[in-house]
T-cell receptor, first 112, second 113 residues
Framework: LAKTTQPISMDSYEGQEVNITCSHN???????ITWYQQFPSQGPRFIIQ???TKVTNEVASLFIPADRKSSTLSLPRVSLSDTAVYYC?????????????FGAGTTVTVRA | GAVVSQHPSWVICKSGTSVKIECRSL??????MFWYRQFPKQSLMLMAT?????????EQGVEKDKFLINHASLTLSTLTVTSAHPEDSSFYIC?????????FGSGTRLTVV
């Protein structure tokens, strides 16, 4: 399982863009990069997934450089409700029996 | 989208008793489900992989006789914490994969008193 490294915490203010970078130096060729969000006392929620270059959906963008050894989750114009823990995971996308290994995650705190 | 339902949301039990937690995939079939445990301020730790129709596989250090897993159908996996003790108090979360993504249940807060 590819190991991931993220900052432990990040602080931001409402309306700002938050960028969280995750390092995954040992990512395998078949691995996808997936980000999850977790609020206290809730299960993680899928945010975005990508393999290379850039992926964008209605809540976030994911930037992946050519070497795929890192990725950056971008949250545009955060609000107080974006305060949560964000996890970066790598694994095989199409295998539903692939075990997900969670790192420490990044606690994002958004202030008014 | 895929929905995983977990029940109960919270449970308080006496030390020495057993507690069963259910995990259901509501709109898809899941041959494989996963069980995690999360202590306060910590990340999720994978406990076991639940396989429909066969024995679960446990991660190193997880007592299989204490955490009984049954995956009798394609939509239901159960985790039973047997002879629970206060140190088993934790947040238990299940997940299932579908279409290349993983969906998590809302979690079960277990408190053993």
């Amino acid at each position: 399982l590819a190991k991931t490294t993220q900052p432990i915490s990040m602080d931001s203010y409402e309306g700002q863009e938050v960028n969280i970078t995750c390092s995954h130096n040992n990512i395998a060729t078949n691995d996808y990069i997936t980000w999850y969000q977790q609020f206290p006392s809730q299960g993680p929620r899928f945010i975005i997934q990508g393999y290379k270059t850039k992926v964008t959906n209605e809540v976030a963008s994911l930037f992946i450089p050519a070497d795929r050894k890192s990725s950056t989750l971008s949250l545009p114009r955060v609000s107080l409700s974006d305060t949560a823990v964000y996890y970066c995971l790598v694994g095989v996308r199409r295998s539903n029996d692939y075990k997900l290994s969670f790192g420490a995650g990044t606690t994002v705190t958004v202030r008014a | 989208g895929a929905v995983v339902s977990q029940h109960p949301s919270w449970v308080i039990c006496k030390s020495g008793t057993s507690v069963k937690i259910e995990c259901r995939s509501l709109d898809f079939q899941a041959t494989t489900m996963f069980w995690y445990r999360q202590f306060p301020k910590q990340s999720l730790m994978l406990m076991a992989t639940s396989n429909e129709g066969s024995k679960a596989t446990y991660e190193q250090g997880v007592e299989k006789d204490k955490f009984l897993i049954n995956h009798a159908s394609l939509t239901l996996s159960t985790l039973t914490v047997t002879s629970a003790h206060p140190e088993d108090s934790s947040f238990y979360i299940c997940s299932a994969g579908e279409g290349g993504g993983y969906t998590f249940g809302s979690g079960t807060r277990l408190t053993v008193v």
